[in-house]
């Protein structure tokens, strides 16, 4: 359940209702235990993402993964499909990772900015492995992705990755219904006042998001993007990469987008 506090209503998440002290404590305690993750890790960036591939979220991270040694950023702003922007994450990472031998990428761990959760769920989907080399992945984490398809997606669609993230899509339908057969461990973020995608479109049906009240003029007026800022979404991130215990835990939905 959610409850609300103060003067300016803000919704608390219960299940993620996480101190300043808190948050400082698991932040130090990451930063003074270097230890490699268990598999590589991979960002991939969101739709139309500008030149700094992951929206700086490895750099925030990194002070968190000390010692994290096989980490790649992707994006692909110059593409119009997210079928295009899949071949391309497969590609990178079976140039980064090689795994020879075998019809599938080297495993990795994916951090994944918006549409950058489709990309990811299509690459690791049985469809696009019939075509090519898959995208292997252990454990996906997606901020504010529009698993159910995007609000905005709804009003403007200037290209066809964005039709595709139209909500009822036929796009997103198939992802769907390859998610059953998925092997991976899916983690899914979410910021509330989320206008361009909607915080309760960010989990595929039949799932929770880990939500959370964005903070500060940026994180209320743009909230989509400042979740790659949030130092909560991305310290319980990073522990559970490092395999500790999260700051999170799964409960209601969003109450709101």
């Not at 040694?69 to 295009?84: G, M, P």
């Not at 299509?122 to 292997?136: T, V």
């Not at 039709?163 to 092997?183: H, K, N, V």
């Not at 949030?230 to 490092?242: E, F, I, K």
Request: include cysteine; aromatic fraction near 8%; charge should be positive.
């Amino acid at each position: 359940m959610a409850y609300q506090t103060g003067t300016a209503h803000r919704s608390t998440n219960p299940c993620f209702d996480v101190s300043d002290d808190a948050l400082r404590a698991a932040r130090r305690s990451l930063a003074e235990s270097p230890a490699n993750l268990p598999r590589p890790l991979v960002v991939l960036a969101g739709w139309r993402s500008p030149p700094m591939p992951d929206g700086g979220v490895l750099a925030r991270l990194g002070p968190m993964i000390p010692g994290a040694r096989d980490t790649l950023s992707i994006t692909y702003a110059s593409l119009w499909t997210i079928e295009s922007a899949a071949r391309r994450v497969v590609a990178r990472v079976q140039e980064r990772f090689p795994q020879a031998g075998t019809s599938d990428t080297t495993e990795v761990d994916v951090i994944a900015i918006s549409m950058g959760g489709l990309v990811a769920r299509l690459a690791a989907s049985d469809a696009f492995a019939k075509s090519q080399r898959r995208l292997r992945i252990a454990r996906l984490f997606t901020l504010a992705t529009p698993h159910r398809g995007a609000r905005l997606a709804s009003l403007i669609r200037p290209d066809p990755a964005a039709a595709a993230m139209r909500p009822g899509s036929e796009f997103l339908r198939s992802l769907d219904d390859d998610l059953a057969r998925a092997t991976f461990d899916l983690t899914c973020y979410a910021q509330l006042r989320d206008w361009w995608v909607g915080a309760r479109n960010t989990s595929p049906p039949g799932r929770v998001p880990i939500w959370c009240e964005p903070r500060g003029a940026f994180g209320r007026w743009l909230s989509h993007f400042a979740i790659n800022f949030n130092p909560r979404v991305l310290t319980d991130g990073a522990l559970r990469l490092r395999g500790m215990t999260p700051l999170s835990r799964e409960g209601a939905a969003p109450p709101t987008d």
